[in-house]
């Protein structure tokens, strides 16, 4: 059965999920950053070999 009352540990937990969902997403954010600044990179190299 389960217990009645408040949630044992139930803000510790959601605390957690939430900072880990930060930092989930922060880490997909700068993947994201860096695959686009590569790109910007390399299409300005292309550019840059068809002008010479």
């Given amino acids: 059965m389960a217990k009645k009352g408040k949630e044992k ?3 510790n937990k959601a605390k957690h999920t939430k900072l880990m969902n ?3 997403n922060k880490k997909k954010e700068e993947k994201e950053n860096t695959k686009l600044r ?3 990179i390399i299409e ?3 550019e ?3 002008a010479e």
Avoid: E
Wanted: hydrophobic content about 25%; cysteine-free; overall charge positive.
């Fill in 48 to 50: 840059q070999g068809k």
């Fill in 38 to 40: 590569l790109k910007a």
């Fill in 9 to 11: 540990n139930g803000k």
């Fill in 44 to 46: 300005k190299a292309k």
């Fill in 22 to 24: 930060r930092k989930i």
